[in-house]
């Protein structure tokens, strides 16, 4: 995840961001076409306010031939790497990355030609060099926008195979909203209690001191019991879309049961400053 898996090496490909309104008519198509191959198909819900975006994260599971076999052949599940295959070509992906483990890649989609737009922020386009004047910064904008038309361009699309539906539904849970696990484990680390990839654990000092992973106690993979035990709802439309803006998020996360700010220190002015 984050967009620049082909910005590098011996020939970089040209992966401009996204506007909203492009990122997601790719997140559909794309979706679309893997539901011809997997029954759970999804992507995480993204950040709140984004003004642009640099990939698009796809998740699936439950390869469709293996449920609703038509041929004996259909019953043998396709290895990673094979069913990878068969994703880039029907994504039209000229590129692809397999990563370690061979159940997730990198594919790098041709930009669609009917969707011009590339950021609908104008700051992506600006460059470090200090101008004079309003119309030269103009100008210098209109010919960096010029040099990108005639590069080819490209979407970087990761698509990660999940071994099962729950598996799925975790990694939807972890990666949803941004930055939210990442404020929200700030809060109920020091309590011994940690969200990862596969569930939420608590940890038990004694044994962290020795042997950090064996220090884990697993508690649940189940997002729903999570939330409860945090003190987080889920109702609503919290877990169906963005929130609307940064204090949305910030609103929902100050929420959690265990959230606490540190007084400010006796004799300390607003400022920093001592009395």
Known sequence: MGGSAFSSGENPLF??????????????????????IFLCVASPIEGPAKEDYGDVDILVSLQKHLIFPTTPA???????????????????????????????????????ADLITTTDNPEATRTNATLNTDQDQEQ??????????????????????????????WELFK????????LVGSTIRPLGLTVDE??????????????????????????????????????????????????????YIASCRWFWVAPEKAGVEEDGSGC
């Open 175 to 182: 990666h949803a909203h941004g930055d939210l696990w990442n």
């Open 15 to 36: 992966t401009p961001r996204m506007a909203p309104t492009v990122y997601r008519e790719v997140r559909d198509r794309c979706q679309a076409i893997l539901r011809e």
């Open 140 to 169: 210098q904008e209109s010919q960096v926008q010029a040099d990108q038309q005639n590069k080819k361009r490209h979407i970087q699309v990761d698509v990660q195979i999940c071994a099962s539906p729950s598996q799925l539904q």
């Open 74 to 112: 259909d019953r043998v599940e396709c290895e990673g790497r094979d069913i990878l295959a068969v994703v880039q070509k029907m994504l039209g992906a000229e590129h692809m990355i397999i990563e370690r483990g061979g159940n997730a890649a990198n594919l790098a989609i041709p930009w669609p």
């Open 198 to 251: 596969e569930a939420l654990w608590i940890r038990i000092p004694e044994i962290e001191a020795f042997h950090r992973s064996r220090s884990k106690v697993r508690l649940t993979d189940d997002p729903a019991a999570v939330l409860s035990f945090l003190g987080l709802r889920a109702d609503g439309s919290f877990w169906e879309a963005p929130f609307g803006s940064l204090t949305e998020l910030f609103e």
